[in-house]
């Protein structure tokens, strides 16, 4: 039986209508639809399957919209309000020049298609090399697939924030061993330290152990071990794709 909210039209009361001629109706799928007799006497306009394949449909897009929001919220902002990225959710595919960077686009795109191995995009800044990973995570989402992006200064910026509170950080670090894909920015922005790499050996070790993919940027690629140490370079070797990016500064026309 339909329940009272599919079956009570508007301008229908609670207790609904005593003539059901007047709720009669013929859908041209469905056909004719009875109305609903209820136990007073009463008669309620009785929904057709089309009308509620709509309902449901209209329920579906409203709930994929709301995990969208969130999702994109958590992608840019999970490692505080203090260090989101949250206009990159705009990043796409769609509104990226192809033509100045056509390699990178399309490993970008295969690399959001398989979801395997490390994606390392690297060369000089304003190239677009931010833009793509946005836009790899922008289209898991649109599949209901959860990212984490981050750069690197801002990654560590936020462990320092949780130290310099006294808090445990480990929260920050299990997201991103979980989330199915983590993106690492700028990773040659943050100076080199011993506790740094420790972070970047625990992130990467334990993400290729369990098959996890890895898209990261930096200006030089041959600069990488300085930054994440020898043992991350070797575990992101496995399954990697390094696509140069080169050119003109393409803020410098914004």
């Not at 740094?196 to 940027?217: D, H, N, Q, V, W």
């Not at 043992?231 to 794709?241: D, E, I, K, N, Y």
């Amino acid at each position: 039986m339909d329940s009272l909210k599919d079956v009570i039209p508007s301008g229908i009361g609670i207790l609904g209508a005593e003539n059901p001629r007047a709720l009669l109706w013929t859908c041209p799928t469905c056909g004719p639809q009875e109305p609903l007799r209820l136990p007073s006497g009463r008669f309620l306009r009785r929904s057709c399957a089309c009308e509620r394949a709509a309902r449901e449909a209209a329920r579906e897009l409203e709930q994929r919209a709301l995990w969208l929001k969130q999702q994109r919220s958590r992608t840019y902002s999970w490692l505080g309000e203090r260090w989101s990225d949250l206009p990159l959710a705009e990043k796409t595919f769609a509104n990226f020049d192809a033509g100045r960077q056509p390699e990178a686009f399309l490993a970008a795109h295969g690399f959001a298609s398989l979801l395997k191995g490390t994606l390392i995009l690297y060369g000089s800044f304003g190239t677009g090399k931010t833009h793509l990973l946005a836009a790899i995570c922008n289209a898991l989402l649109e599949r209901g697939i959860s990212c984490r992006f981050m750069t690197a200064p801002k990654l560590f910026a936020a462990l320092a924030h949780q130290i310099s509170l006294d808090e445990d950080f480990s929260s920050l670090l299990w997201q991103a061993i979980q989330t199915p894909l983590l993106v690492i920015d700028d990773v040659d922005k943050a100076r080199h330290s011993e506790f740094r790499e420790e972070m970047y050996f625990e992130l990467i070790e334990e993400r290729t152990k369990a098959g996890r993919p890895i898209a990261l940027s930096t200006n030089r690629l041959s600069d990488l071990e300085r930054f994440v140490g020898g043992a991350c370079l070797s575990r992101l070797s496995m399954g990697q794709v390094a696509i140069q990016m080169s050119g003109a500064d393409y803020r410098l026309e914004l």
